[in-house]
């Protein structure tokens, strides 16, 4: 069976598709937003199976085996069109003249399938030339096309082109549901990998990936910079930042999460000691978090987080938010030691 024909949550969304396609009346522009790793990749793709499916049933979606889901799961149907960044570009960008061709082609006949579906993945990979130059066809695509723009920001897109499109906002997939799904691929310490991962699958399943491992490595080094000198923090962001934006970005979107998290434990700690903690093997630590960092500090915090996320959906350098962010939460946890260490005489 195909990852695309088990999805697991979302239901209320495919719902609504299954039921748009069922009464050939899908919008042609919708927009999925969601956190990274939530589904919206799969779930655009099951949108583009499901909507050239041969034996489309409402009640189950695509088949995944007749001729056209075959070419379509294997990738290679004309009618299906996956918009990316270059991969090769310093800076992840879709180019224009890649919307340009886009655009072009959706105005040809289908090569045989019902519905043509152009998935443009991320969608803020576009900058401001390429999306004005799929505005127009946005807003009067040929008949048959739909575009489906996925975005973890919609505040990241030119407001134009989400104005024309119809909004899906995909919600962290409940834990029981997780952990089962989780379970019945086979995989050890279901709960706890649904648990890290916030609700969103691909997370738990790279965590599941050799990711556990990596993911304390990393925050052995972050606490390890905060807990000492502010060269030891500029020098764990330089390496966390080396080469290309995408090569880094996945880095640093995994510092703001960790620090998400460990703010999260702060509040637990302070709040209520024995509650399922995200980090339960970190009792000591975070009880110098809550000691140092409730209630006030949480929130200067949680707001330096929120202004490096800005920051870097402005194109501010990963290791000029990572900076500004751990100098930030150092100096929060730094003032609390200075303010309970006994002053020299
Ligand atoms: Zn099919």
Redesign the pocket.
């Known amino acids: 069976m195909s990852e695309l024909t088990a999805i697991v949550g979302h239901d209320a969304v495919l719902h609504r598709l299954r039921d748009a396609l069922a009464r050939d009346r899908l919008h042609h522009a919708l927009l999925l937003e969601g956190p990274q790793g939530v589904g919206k990749h799969t779930v655009a793709r099951w949108l583009a ?1 499901a909507g ?5 049933d409402p009640a189950r979606g ?5 001729p ?2 075959s070419r379509v799961l294997a990738g290679v149907h004309p009618d299906v069109i996956a918009v990316g960044p270059d991969p090769d570009k310093a800076t992840p960008t879709i180019p224009v003249a890649r919307i340009r061709e886009v655009v072009r082609a959706a105005a040809f006949h289908r090569y045989g399938a019902a519905r043509r579906f152009v998935v443009v993945d991320p969608a803020e990979a576009m900058g401001p030339a390429a999306a004005n130059a799929l505005l127009k066809t946005l807003e009067e695509p040929p008949e048959g096309t739909h575009f489906v723009l996925v975005a973890t920001h919609v505040t990241a897109l030119l407001p134009t082109i989400v104005s024309r499109c119809q909004l899906f906002r995909l919600t962290p997939v409940d834990e029981a549901e997780l952990t089962a799904w989780l379970t019945s691929r086979g995989l050890d310490d279901a709960a706890r990998l649904a648990r890290l991962s916030g609700g969103c699958p691909g997370h738990a399943l790279s965590l599941a990936d050799g990711g556990l491992d990596a993911r304390k490595d990393l925050r052995d080094q972050v606490l390890g910079a905060l807990a000492g000198d502010l060269q030891g923090i500029f020098d764990l962001s330089e390496a966390l930042t080396k080469g290309r934006r995408q090569d880094w970005t996945p880095r640093v979107e995994a510092v703001l999460g960790l620090l998400e998290e460990l703010l999260r434990d702060t509040v637990v700690v302070a709040a209520a000691p024995q509650s399922g903690l995200l980090h339960d093997d970190l009792a000591g630590p975070l009880a110098h978090w809550a000691t140092a960092l409730w209630p006030s500090g949480v929130t200067t915090c949680q707001r330096a987080l929120h202004e490096a996320r800005r920051d870097l959906d402005l194109n501010v350098t990963g290791k000029t938010a990572l900076d500004a962010l751990l100098t930030r939460v150092a100096t929060e946890l730094g003032a609390a030691r200075k303010a309970t260490a006994p002053s020299p005489a």
């Open positions: 199976l050239t499916c041969e034996r489309f695509p088949c995944g085996a007749c056209t889901c």
